[in-house]
């Protein structure tokens, strides 16, 4: 089946400082990549949406110049967290599916755990 | 816009119990609606799907029913095992651009 995945699993950061988180499609080639962000007991809150070659689509009350999101490759699509704070501390989870249009089937990263000193 | 609104967990049951996880959704036009599971330190995983009213979806077992009267797509399984302990979500799938809304998900225990 395709598989995604996420480096890294988890990482600690001081607060200020960059966080650069990769979502790779293994398998397959991923036009649209999807980023999400899940706070504990809570939903997934969508937080952009990213096709390979064009600008990251963000959703409302997201700040795009905070979170930098670059889909280079087909297979490859990153999230910079920038000057980082401890509220942005949060399980970061990607998914990647092969063609936009009518609903094709999104396959999930295992996530990366953020934790911002 | 469109929501989904599911059981709050953790819901915990003995193994070879009946399961039922209620979802609700509310959103314009007829969405697609999914339930996904998450292992421990797994991504998500779709269990199954609907993509209109009075499909019925099922897989490894659980089963769920798209009821567009009442709104709902309540997840079910007749004998639970532990294996199947994992968080579930909810989620559809309105319009166009694949977008998912995700309900807060439900901690499923199943216990000896």
């Known amino acids: 089946g395709a598989v995604v995945s996420q480096h890294p699993s988890r990482v600690i950061c001081k607060s200020g400082t960059s966080v650069k988180i990769e979502c790779r499609s293994l398998?397959?080639?991923?036009?649209?990549m999807f980023w999400y962000r899940q706070f504990p007991k809570q939903s997934l809150m969508l937080m952009a949406t990213?096709?390979?070659?064009?600008?990251?689509?963000?959703e409302q009350g997201v700040e795009k110049d905070k979170f930098l999101i670059n889909h280079a490759s087909l297979t490859l699509s990153t999230l910079t967290v920038t000057s980082a704070h401890p509220e942005d501390s949060s399980f970061y989870i990607c998914?990647?599916?092969?063609?936009?249009?009518?609903?094709?089937?999104?396959?999930f990263g295992p996530g990366t755990r953020l934790t911002v000193l | 816009g469109d929501s989904v609104t599911q059981m709050e967990g953790p819901v915990t049951l003995s193994e070879e119990a009946f399961l039922t996880i209620n979802c609700t959704y509310t959103a314009t036009g007829y969405p697609s609606l999914f339930w996904y599971v998450q292992y421990p330190g797994e991504g998500l995983q779709l269990l199954l799907k609907a993509t209109k009213a009075d499909d019925k979806g099922s897989n490894k077992g659980f089963e769920a029913t798209y009821r567009k009267e009442t709104t709902s797509f309540h997840l079910e399984k007749g004998s639970v095992q532990v294996s199947d302990s994992a968080v579930y979500f909810c989620?559809?799938?309105?319009?166009?651009?694949?977008?998912?809304?995700f309900g807060t998900g439900t901690q499923l225990k199943v216990e000896l």
């Open positions: 998914s990647a599916i092969e063609s936009a249009g009518s609903y094709n089937e999104q396959f």
């Open positions: 398998d397959f080639q991923a036009t649209t």
């Open positions: 989620a559809l799938s309105g319009g166009g651009g694949n977008k998912l809304t």
């Open positions: 990213s096709n390979e070659g064009s600008k990251a689509t963000y």
